[in-house]
């Protein structure tokens, strides 16, 4: 039997790529689309889905939002568990793969136990992995209630309110915790310096160069994703795979060939930075282009 699945992405490029790698895997049925948040909530109820692909980044209410709004539906609803197992509103939450163009701290917290997360652009391989976990995760929750409703701690429930927890929670303390200050190796010399100096962070053969507007050196971290945990998130963008940029020093965008953008940064050289088509939407976004 087809899972039943709804697409909800701002995009219809992006809608019509997952729905043409859903075709190709087979075994899916996508029973309607949607282009922003509203809808995902409305046709969540409506059609009552197994699986739901829910972009992160949409106007109005975003992925992490309509996330938020089902659970509290849910318990608005009196969406707990009877004593018999079955939830008293007979109702049960969609599996969620988010889809996202961001493979950044934000990331890490997708990766909980029945929540599943793609990439844009999609790879077909993993499209197909994360529908074929879904697919084992109701034979297994079929199998643990005989066929009937979930179980009392329904895990779809259960695990979404935790990925809602590691959002807020951690998140949060992790920015309290990051340095105002970083330490750079200029030639023989370690110097701390200010975050809001730096213009962008790049790695070429295993070695991060960090560039300010006065002068460049190097961090001791190993990835760019391990720089990035000490960088305010709401600062600093990974525009792409191998650098990450100050947003607030970018000093132009410059359009380039086939509806991409390069970053031309306020360093003494003017560097001028690729903008990774994933990141192209969040590039629209910051700017309003």
Request: aromatic share 8%; with cysteine.
């Amino acid at each position: 039997m087809p899972i039943s699945a709804l697409i909800i992405d701002d995009e219809q490029l992006a809608r019509d790529e997952l729905k043409y790698l859903l075709d190709s895997i087979g075994g899916v049925d996508v029973v309607a689309q949607g282009a922003n948040g509203i809808e995902a909530v409305n046709l969540i109820e409506e059609y009552h889905p197994d699986l739901v692909f829910l972009d992160v980044q949409m106007p109005g209410l975003d992925g992490f939002a309509v996330l938020q709004k089902l659970m509290d539906r849910n318990w608005a609803k009196g969406g707990q568990t009877s004593e018999s197992g079955a939830s008293k509103n007979g109702e049960s939450l969609p599996h969620i793969v988010f889809a996202t163009a961001y493979d950044q701290y934000a990331v890490r917290a997708f990766n909980v136990n029945a929540v599943d997360y793609l990439l844009k652009p999609f790879d077909r391989n993993r499209v197909f992995e994360a529908v074929e976990r879904v697919r084992a995760r109701i034979a297994s929750e079929g199998a643990n209630t005989g066929g009937g409703a979930s179980a009392a701690g329904d895990p779809i429930e259960s695990q979404l309110d935790a990925l809602l927890r590691l959002l807020t929670q951690p998140q949060s303390a992790a920015r309290a915790a990051q340095p105002a200050k970083l330490i750079v190796q200029a030639q023989n010399r370690l110097l701390l310096i200010d975050q809001a100096d730096i213009c962008f962070a790049a790695i070429d053969e295993g070695v991060i160069r960090i560039v300010t507007r006065s002068f460049e050196g190097q961090s001791k971290c190993r990835t760019l994703e391990e720089l990035q945990e000490q960088l305010a998130p709401a600062h600093f963008w990974r525009a792409h795979r191998g650098f990450v940029v100050n947003i607030d020093q970018i000093r132009e965008v410059v359009p380039w060939f086939k509806s991409s953008y390069q970053l031309r940064m306020n360093d003494k050289q003017q560097t001028e930075i690729p903008v990774s088509r994933a990141q192209t939407k969040r590039l629209k976004e910051l700017f309003n282009l």
